[in-house]
């Protein structure tokens, strides 16, 4: 299973991004998929995930600013940031937890990571 990540960039403060995340190659079925962040000298850190039926979850400092959806026929995961803010600045990273074949268990596969900016 690989992710491949796009849609990050520079944007000024209050503006917006769409973020996507493709997974392809060899793939049984996707459990939960997200998006995680890593700011410089930081953790990194949940920032939203989606069940497959499409219940979501959100890091309290991005509630009401960003929004994760999915399309299960493209295994595709997007995560869509208005209001954007400095502090959002930060690599951000896909993760799905996924299993290639019926016989091998789930386990989490890692996006390599697009930069977000927010700055004017």
């Known amino acids: 299973v690989q992710l491949q990540a796009s849609g990050g960039g520079l944007v000024q403060p209050g503006g917006s991004l769409r973020l996507s995340c493709a997974a392809s190659g060899s793939i049984f079925s996707i459990n939960d998929m997200g998006w995680y962040r890593q700011a410089p000298g930081k953790q990194r850190e949940l920032v939203a995930k989606i069940t497959s039926g499409g219940t979501t979850n959100y890091a309290d400092s991005v509630k009401g600013r960003f929004s994760i959806s999915r399309d299960n026929a493209k295994n595709t995961v997007y995560l869509q940031m208005n209001s954007l803010k400095p502090e959002d600045t930060a690599v951000y990273y896909c993760?799905?937890?996924?299993?290639?074949?019926?016989?091998?268990?789930?386990?989490?596969?890692w996006g390599q990571g697009t930069l977000v900016t927010v700055s004017s």
């Open positions: 993760n799905a937890e996924a299993k290639a074949y019926h016989y091998v268990p789930f386990r989490h596969y």
